[in-house]
């Protein structure tokens, strides 16, 4: 792996609270750098040169973001250089070198014999910034030396002077050169127009002619009208077509025969006539009631009444059948019709644009029948209209270029005048500000570097990241004088970090009876946390069984003042019993299994099958056992306990075990069939001063 994508890796993972931790192991680091920024910046205010700065505001006329308008004829494009050159190119002319360099000149500056890089380095700056999108710009200038402040007012008032002599300067001689542009342009037209006007002269006295000119125009003007009206007759044919189309369509949709909507029934006729009966009977009702009964208005109606009641007889006595019948649909009657109509108005419109082609081929054949002669004609008459046009719009010109000479102004206008030198270099508080600053991140930058060019495991989320696990508790440092084994757990604050990691080990070991308690490296205190382990477990009430399975370097006889004689390398050899083997502890429910007589493959028997008997019996007579065990780097012994012991707590001290050590230690013991439950961060200061904060 490459080492500089490891380290940009780790400096990438950290948290804040990490990169905290970081600068505080290494602050040495940051304020050695701090002060090399410090001294760095004293010395270069010593040693650089004063520097005055004079400024002025100025008003350019000339186009700007803002106000992009330009010159809108010919004139004013020639010679207003206020507005032919926008405001960014007037600023870079301003700061040209030789404005600058003329102005240093006539303020009498001392310049050097020979202008070379270096000198021109030490001569007086000028820099000229618009003021955001308008024309407003702001000119700087900047001297060194003593004197310095004098020269940048007297450069900064001679500046602008310069620029606009430069700048009218332009001005006139591109009016001189486009007033003896625009003289001989115009010369050249009269010359041409006078050549054109003898060349017409003799054409017309060659082929004996005066104007043509109309007859060619109202031809013209016949075939293009021609030409028009045979387009409107096309696009109604087109139109006449598309609506024949169209009713053919519709009318091939359309049945033949549809059933005869005026058929009447015998049931109807009857209704029919009856009701009309009883409107007549009603109406003579009503006139009873104004006229006598033998009127003559009365018998009218008496006389219709009896003719409606034969009437009604009638139907009642008619005994023929309903019959229904077929008639011929009139909708296609009517689309016939309209078809037959546009069928001919399609032939009147292809008779009409035959008979307009016609015509507009007449007038065509009629404009070609015209003589050469006139065509030539207008060549020259056009010549001779464009010739005396552009004359008179060049001698427009010529006027306007004088006018414009005589009322040239400045395109500079003094706005603030020129504010008082002020010194700029060297700033104390800049320098120093920027060497406190600069030396901080560069302290930083290194002690970063440094930190994670170690490879140590310095953060809990690096060790989780190794290790693929989370964190269980968190132990706080206890000072080295005191005993490893917490005397008084029921009172002692720091033992309720083992209390968490038993109620931990609880939700993430599950149903486990046996723990193997390990670690990368030895010292990271693996043996102090299996033992305050065991008791905190002995004081919820669970059977405990200690068992010091560290046979390189054993210290659980050491912590609990018990003989080491009588262990478990004598259980494995077969000398005594598990029962015999087993020490009272110092609380209820603990008993301590050490580690027994030295033996020289201390490998082998944490791997035998003995062993693995061994933690089953103890599983079987307690409810917990927890397995001190070596350290996993360099070492076998906890790869081939994994044999007897597959659940592991994994204790991990900051900054003590390089990340490939502890990466190499976990890959062993997950090789051998091991599972990490989690990590136990001992001696852990942000545990330190959660406990200070809580008292």
Same mark, same amino acid.
């Given at each position: 792996?490459?080492?500089?994508?490891?380290?940009?890796?780790?400096?990438?993972?950290?948290?804040?609270?990490?990169?905290?931790?970081?600068?505080?192991?290494?602050?040495?680091?940051?304020?050695?750098?701090?002060?090399?920024?410090?001294?760095?910046?004293?010395?270069?205010?010593?040693?650089?040169?004063?520097?005055?700065?004079?400024?002025?505001?100025?008003?350019?006329?000339?186009?700007?973001?803002?106000?992009?308008?330009?010159?809108?004829?010919?004139?004013?494009?020639?010679?207003?250089?206020?507005?032919?050159? $926008?405001?960014?190119?007037?600023?870079?002319?301003?700061?040209?070198?030789?404005?600058?360099?003329?102005?240093?000149?006539?303020?009498?500056?001392?310049?050097?014999?020979?202008?070379?890089?270096?000198?021109?380095?030490?001569?007086?700056?000028?820099?000229?910034?618009?003021?955001? @999108?308008?024309?407003?710009?702001?000119?700087?200038?900047?001297?060194?030396?003593?004197?310095?402040?004098?020269?940048?007012?007297?450069?900064?008032?001679?500046?602008?002077?310069?620029?606009?002599?430069?700048?009218?300067?332009?001005?006139?001689?591109?009016?001189?050169?486009?007033?003896?542009?625009?003289?001989?342009?115009?010369?050249?037209?009269?010359?041409?127009?006078?050549?054109?006007?003898?060349?017409?002269?003799?054409?017309?006295?060659?082929?004996?002619?005066?104007?043509?000119? /109309?007859?060619?125009?109202?031809?013209?003007?016949?075939?293009?009208?021609?030409?028009?009206?045979?387009?409107?007759?096309?696009?109604?044919? $087109?139109?006449?077509?598309?609506?024949?189309?169209?009713?053919?369509?519709?009318?091939? /949709?359309?049945?033949?025969?549809?059933?005869?909507?005026?058929?009447? @029934?015998?049931?109807?006729?009857?209704?029919?006539?009856?009701?009309?009966?009883?409107? *007549?009977?009603?109406?003579?009702?009503?006139?009873?009631?104004?006229?006598?009964?033998?009127?003559?208005?009365?018998?009218?109606?008496?006389?219709?009444?009896?003719?409606?009641?034969?009437?009604?007889?009638?139907?009642?006595?008619?005994?023929?059948?309903?019959?229904?019948?077929?008639?011929?649909?009139?909708?296609?009657?009517?689309?016939?019709?309209?078809?037959?109509?546009?069928?001919?108005?399609?032939?009147?419109?292809?008779?009409?644009?035959?008979?307009?082609?016609?015509?507009?081929?007449?007038?065509?054949?009629?404009?070609?029948?015209?003589?050469?002669?006139?065509?030539?004609?207008?060549?020259?008459? @056009?010549?001779?209209?464009? !010739?005396?046009?552009?004359?008179?719009?060049?001698?427009?010109?010529?006027?306007?270029?004088?006018?414009? $000479?005589?009322?040239?102004?400045?395109?500079?206008?003094?706005?603030?005048?020129?504010?008082?030198?002020?010194?700029?270099?060297?700033?104390? /508080?800049?320098?120093?500000?920027?060497?406190?600053?600069?030396?901080?991140?560069?302290?930083?930058?290194?002690?970063?570097?440094?930190?994670?060019?170690?490879?140590?495991?310095?953060?809990?989320?690096?060790?989780?990241?190794?290790?693929?696990?989370?964190?269980?508790?968190?132990?706080?440092?206890?000072?080295?004088?005191?005993?490893?084994?917490?005397?008084?757990?029921?009172?002692?604050?720091?033992?309720?970090?083992?209390?968490?990691?038993?109620?931990?080990?609880?939700?993430?070991?599950? !149903?486990?009876?046996?723990?193997?308690?390990?670690?990368?490296?030895?010292?990271?205190?693996?043996?102090?946390?299996?033992?305050? *382990?065991?008791?905190?477990?002995?004081?919820?009430?669970?059977? /405990?069984?200690?068992?010091?399975?560290?046979?390189?370097?054993?210290?659980?006889?050491?912590?609990?003042?018990?003989?080491?004689?009588?262990?478990?390398?004598?259980?494995?050899?077969?000398?005594?019993?598990?029962?015999?083997?087993?020490?009272?502890?110092?609380?209820?429910?603990?008993?301590?299994?050490?580690?027994?007589?030295?033996?020289?493959?201390?490998?082998?028997?944490?791997?035998?099958?003995?062993?693995?008997?061994?933690?089953?019996?103890?599983?079987?007579?307690?409810?917990?056992?927890?397995?001190?065990?070596?350290?996993?780097?360099?070492?076998?012994?906890?790869?081939?306990?994994?044999?007897?012991?597959?659940?592991?707590?994994?204790?991990?001290?900051?900054?003590?075990?390089?990340?490939?050590?502890?990466?190499?230690?976990?890959?062993?013991?997950?090789?051998?069939?091991?599972?990490?439950?989690?990590?136990?961060?001992?001696?852990?200061?942000?545990?330190?001063?959660?406990?200070?904060?809580?008292?």
């Amino acid at each position: 792996m490459n080492p500089v994508n490891t380290v940009s890796q780790a400096i990438t993972e950290l948290s804040f609270r990490d990169v905290l931790a970081l600068l505080k192991r290494h602050q040495w680091i940051i304020w050695t750098f701090i002060i090399i920024g410090l001294a760095v910046a004293v010395a270069a205010g010593l040693i650089l040169p004063k520097a005055f700065q004079a400024q002025r505001v100025l008003i350019l006329e000339g186009r700007t973001q803002s106000n992009p308008g330009g010159a809108n004829d010919i004139v004013g494009a020639i010679t207003d250089s206020g507005i032919k050159l $926008d405001v960014p190119t007037q600023i870079q002319v301003m700061e040209n070198f030789e404005v600058v360099f003329t102005s240093l000149q006539r303020i009498g500056y001392p310049l050097p014999a020979r202008l070379t890089e270096q000198n021109v380095q030490k001569l007086p700056r000028a820099t000229v910034n618009q003021i955001q @999108t308008t024309s407003s710009v702001l000119l700087s200038v900047e001297a060194q030396g003593d004197d310095g402040d004098s020269w940048a007012v007297k450069l900064t008032q001679m500046i602008p002077s310069v620029f606009e002599e430069k700048i009218l300067e332009t001005q006139k001689d591109q009016v001189k050169r486009s007033f003896e542009f625009i003289t001989a342009r115009i010369e050249e037209e009269r010359s041409a127009m006078a050549k054109t006007e003898e060349d017409y002269a003799a054409y017309r006295g060659q082929n004996d002619i005066v104007d043509s000119r /109309t007859e060619q125009d109202v031809r013209v003007g016949q075939l293009a009208q021609a030409d028009r009206t045979l387009a409107e007759a096309e696009s109604e044919l $087109d139109q006449a077509r598309a609506a024949l189309e169209s009713i053919k369509r519709t009318k091939a /949709t359309l049945p033949a025969m549809i059933d005869n909507p005026l058929v009447i @029934t015998k049931g109807d006729t009857i209704v029919r006539e009856e009701a009309t009966l009883t409107s *007549l009977e009603i109406q003579r009702e009503a006139l009873l009631v104004n006229n006598h009964p033998d009127s003559e208005r009365i018998k009218r109606l008496d006389a219709t009444i009896e003719a409606q009641r034969k009437n009604l007889e009638r139907a009642k006595s008619d005994r023929s059948m309903d019959v229904s019948s077929k008639v011929q649909n009139p909708m296609v009657m009517e689309y016939i019709r309209a078809e037959n109509g546009a069928v001919a108005s399609v032939q009147a419109g292809e008779a009409k644009v035959e008979r307009l082609r016609r015509i507009r081929d007449t007038w065509a054949d009629k404009l070609k029948a015209l003589p050469p002669i006139s065509v030539k004609q207008r060549e020259f008459e @056009t010549k001779l209209n464009e !010739s005396q046009t552009s004359i008179l719009r060049l001698i427009n010109i010529q006027n306007d270029i004088r006018l414009r $000479d005589n009322a040239l102004q400045s395109p500079v206008t003094d706005l603030t005048g020129t504010y008082p030198a002020k010194q700029v270099r060297p700033s104390w /508080t800049v320098n120093l500000a920027l060497g406190l600053i600069l030396g901080a991140l560069f302290g930083a930058l290194v002690a970063l570097v440094v930190d994670v060019g170690r490879d140590r495991v310095n953060t809990a989320n690096e060790a989780m990241a190794i290790a693929d696990a989370e964190i269980l508790s968190r132990i706080p440092v206890r000072s080295a004088a005191r005993e490893p084994i917490i005397a008084n757990p029921q009172k002692a604050r720091a033992f309720e970090a083992y209390r968490v990691l038993r109620s931990s080990l609880a939700l993430a070991a599950g !149903s486990s009876k046996a723990l193997m308690v390990t670690s990368s490296l030895p010292r990271e205190g693996k043996s102090t946390v299996a033992g305050n *382990l065991a008791v905190a477990f002995a004081l919820d009430g669970k059977r /405990t069984i200690l068992i010091d399975a560290n046979l390189r370097k054993p210290v659980q006889h050491k912590f609990f003042k018990l003989p080491v004689e009588r262990g478990l390398t004598d259980v494995l050899a077969g000398k005594v019993t598990l029962d015999e083997a087993r020490k009272a502890g110092n609380v209820d429910n603990l008993t301590v299994i050490t580690a027994g007589g030295d033996t020289a493959n201390s490998t082998e028997l944490v791997g035998s099958q003995a062993m693995k008997d061994l933690v089953a019996k103890a599983t079987a007579e307690a409810d917990i056992v927890i397995v001190d065990a070596p350290a996993a780097y360099g070492y076998a012994d906890a790869q081939s306990l994994v044999n007897a012991v597959k659940d592991v707590v994994m204790v991990v001290q900051l900054e003590a075990p390089a990340k490939v050590q502890m990466r190499e230690s976990v890959g062993m013991i997950e090789f051998a069939g091991g599972q990490i439950h989690g990590l136990v961060m001992n001696k852990d200061k942000v545990a330190s001063q959660r406990a200070k904060r809580m008292g």
